[in-house]
């Protein structure tokens, strides 16, 4: 069935985007891959085509594109090449640190901050998870204290992606000088840039997406001006709370689209391959998983549509984006699962998409919230 979701400037994005995929990123993925990491030259030339940065006025140097199809088309076009580390770069970039700027940065923050995260040449990252703290942000301990006009922020945080690569980090920490577990109003955002005390620790040994870098951080006493508060001191938590349906729906975007692309390479795969003298898709049971992925493919691209199109109108609420990122996630790791069986031992190469698509879909159900944190938010919505 066709999708009604898009319209002629969308599917201009996308050849664009292709193009860009085609050009800019396909000839190296392979060698960022084993270096672990893209160069800042892939963050510039995305810049330059007018990738980054989406929602960013034009005042503050963007294009103003706040429909999220334009986000979502970009997403799929890098999930259907299977170059899923960009996408999760990218999205890490518009779709959690900017909406904050947005949302709550003063003129003068948004001033300093966002013409660079536009032009590619301030790369960002999410600097919320610590060594003790992932679902329970409440459990967050990396502090600010107020030094005259400036912040000291001193912690650790980790599996920070675009933590070695880029530039500056949304910082979430802990502001009212409490220890245990903090209140509502214990923690604030901080745009937080590289310089003295701020350093980055080792990779982490991720088993998929390897080409986006993700170490862990740590600040030891870090001078951050006042200037760089995100909104107010103590709404850090409502304000990661308000933003998160934008992060969802970015990963329900990605599962969508990753399945999709998988039961398309699987179908092309077993059409080609042959045993006992027929093509694998000619056995019953090949067909049957084939008709029942397609159909759960279809589903998720409807709801997720559904959801984009709630999103565009300012209606996608928390549990309507706990429920979207949840089912395509699940959907995501169930189709790669299923059509990397299908394609037998080579499933198991890393040479074959599917298995590179196997082991990206696997964070979709982890991070952004893992699925148990969705459902509970949307458990405790129905329970009232
Ligand atoms: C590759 C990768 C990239 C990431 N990128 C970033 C990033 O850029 N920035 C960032 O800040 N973070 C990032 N994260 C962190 C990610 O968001 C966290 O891993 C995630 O939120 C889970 O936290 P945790 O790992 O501490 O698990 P835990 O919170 O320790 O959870 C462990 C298990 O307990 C379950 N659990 C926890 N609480 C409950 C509950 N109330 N009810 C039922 N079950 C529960 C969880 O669902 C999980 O199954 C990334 C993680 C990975 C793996």
Redesign the pocket.
């Known amino acids: 069935m066709r999708r009604q979701l898009f319209e002629e400037d969308h599917e201009m994005f996308r050849e664009m985007a292709a193009e860009f995929n085609v050009r800019a990123v396909a000839p190296h993925y392979a060698q960022w891959d084993r270096d672990h990491m893209m160069p800042r030259e892939l963050w510039t030339a995305a810049g330059e085509q007018g990738l980054l940065g989406l929602a960013v006025p034009e005042e503050f140097g963007g294009l103003g594109m706040t429909d999220y199809r334009f986000r979502a088309v970009l997403d799929e076009e890098f999930a259907k090449s299977n170059h899923l580390a960009v996408g999760l770069a990218f999205h890490?970039h518009d779709d959690m640190v900017l909406p904050h700027l947005l949302a709550y940065g003063s003129e003068d923050l948004k001033q300093r901050w966002l013409p660079g995260m536009v032009s590619g040449e301030t790369v960002t990252?999410?600097?919320?998870?610590e060594p003790g703290a992932?679902?329970?942000l409440r459990g967050v301990r990396t502090k600010a204290v107020r030094d005259g006009d400036d912040w000291l922020i001193t912690g650790q945080k980790t599996?920070?992606?675009n933590g070695i690569s880029g530039d500056a980090a949304l910082v979430l920490a802990r502001t009212d000088g409490g220890s245990g577990r903090g209140g509502a109003e214990s923690f604030s955002l901080f745009m937080v840039r590289k310089g003295e005390g701020y350093t980055t620790g080792n990779q982490l040994d991720?088993m998929g997406?390897k080409a986006s870098d993700?170490p862990e951080l740590f600040f030891d006493n870090v001078r951050v001006p006042h200037a760089d508060l995100v909104g107010e001191e103590g709404q850090g938590l409502r304000y990661c709370a308000g933003q998160l349906p934008q992060g969802r729906l970015g990963i329900a975007v990605a599962g969508s689209a990753v399945a999709r692309a998988v039961y398309e390479a699987t179908v092309r795969y077993t059409k080609d391959r042959n045993a006992f003298g027929e093509r694998i898709i000619d056995f019953q049971n090949s067909r049957f998983e084939l008709a029942d992925i397609l159909t759960e493919v279809e589903v998720t691209e409807s709801y997720v549509d559904r959801a984009i199109t709630a999103f565009n109108a300012g209606e996608l609420d928390a549990s309507s984006a706990a429920r979207v990122k949840l089912w395509a996630s699940e959907r995501a790791k169930s189709v790669t699962d299923r059509c990397l069986q299908l394609h037998g031992g080579y499933g198991y190469i890393m040479e074959y998409p599917v298995a590179q698509a196997f082991l990206a879909a696997r964070?979709l159900t982890?991070?952004?919230?893992?699925n148990?944190?969705m459902r509970?938010v949307v458990g405790r919505g129905i329970a009232g």
Do not use: C, M, Q, R
Request: proline fraction near 0%; hydrophobic fraction near 45%.
């Open positions: 890490l990252s999410v600097a919320w998870t992932g679902s329970d599996f920070i992606g991720k997406l993700t964070l982890i991070f952004g919230g893992t148990e944190i509970d």
